[in-house]
């Protein structure tokens, strides 16, 4: 007889993105919740972005659901579906997780950010009075921005291919996270944290997403792409003496939190599980 995987008693978390075969969270939480001894597991959706409202919204009452993680592209708009937003998504305009509440509504949050900084933290690296360059204003890249601003970085600039959306991002950096910003190129020269926020790195034969001249050593370089290995910017970064941080640390960092917010009480859902779950 094979080991039962699910029954009909079994929770499910879902996640949805486009494309959405290369995301990690579906081995990620589903081996977690077996670590932990929950009859429950993590279903991928792909749905494109027409298709979302209607498919969030036919999930409404759907009593065995955990929630929904969000992935590209949709997290702008899942936090306009969210009935509720936390203080944190309603600041970033963005949500990458949904959880059900009473009255068949959906509450949003946004993490990332958090997770992103959590990564840094537990390798010793240090936000404070650092000048920093996001690329990517979409959904993780506003997050992560945000929590730059929150951990004291000195300057928080912000470049999108969309340079109205570069643009509001860095405003709202300089309002509501209350450091200076400014927009400006792709390049590193002048900064000494660098983020990739886009899903250049993702596919091979994209175009270097930041251009690394005169980026000192020492620097930390963040990449938000989920890869086996390092990405080119982030072996280019190494080469010049950086630190630098995988997107699986972004999203391993953030899961105790996320798990927090879904309601999952009692388990181990810390870094150390993740990689006990996985091994």
Do not use: Y
Not at 32 to 56: Q, T
Not at 89 to 96: E, F, L, M, P, V
Not at 178 to 189: F, L, R, T, W, Y
Request: proline letters at 7%; one cysteine or more.
């Amino acid at each position: 007889m094979l080991p039962r995987i699910v029954d009909g008693a079994s929770r499910v978390l879902g996640i949805v993105g486009d494309p959405i075969a290369q995301v990690r969270s579906p081995p990620l939480w589903s081996a977690l919740f077996r670590h932990n001894g929950m009859n429950a597991i993590c279903v991928p959706f792909h749905i494109f972005a027409p298709a979302l409202p209607a498919f969030v919204d036919g999930l409404r009452g759907v009593e065995n659901l955990i929630g929904l993680l969000v992935t590209i592209p949709h997290k702008t708009a899942a936090a306009r579906i969210a009935d509720e937003l936390t203080p944190r998504a309603r600041k970033i305009g963005t949500s990458n997780l949904l959880r059900p509440i009473p009255d068949r509504k959906w509450e949003g949050d946004n993490l990332d950010g958090l997770g992103f900084t959590r990564a840094l933290a537990a390798a010793g690296q240090r936000i404070a009075g650092r000048r920093a360059l996001v690329v990517g204003a979409g959904g993780v890249g506003s997050a992560i921005a945000f929590a730059l601003a929150e951990e004291g970085a000195a300057h928080v600039a912000i470049f999108d291919v969309d340079a109205d959306r570069a643009g509001d991002l860095s405003r709202r950096i300089e309002t509501d996270g209350g450091v200076g910003s400014s927009v400006v190129p792709p390049k590193a020269a002048g900064f000494d944290l660098v983020v990739n926020a886009t899903p250049l790195g993702m596919k091979p034969g994209d175009n270097m997403p930041i251009d690394l001249t005169g980026l000192a050593p020492g620097s930390l370089v963040g990449d938000v792409v989920i890869s086996e290995t390092p990405t080119p910017l982030l072996r280019a970064a190494q080469t010049l003496g950086c630190h630098v941080q995988p997107g699986a640390a972004t999203t391993d960092h953030q899961v105790a939190a996320m798990a927090e917010f879904l309601g999952l009480s009692g388990g181990d859902w810390s870094v150390a599980a993740i990689q006990a779950a996985l091994a």
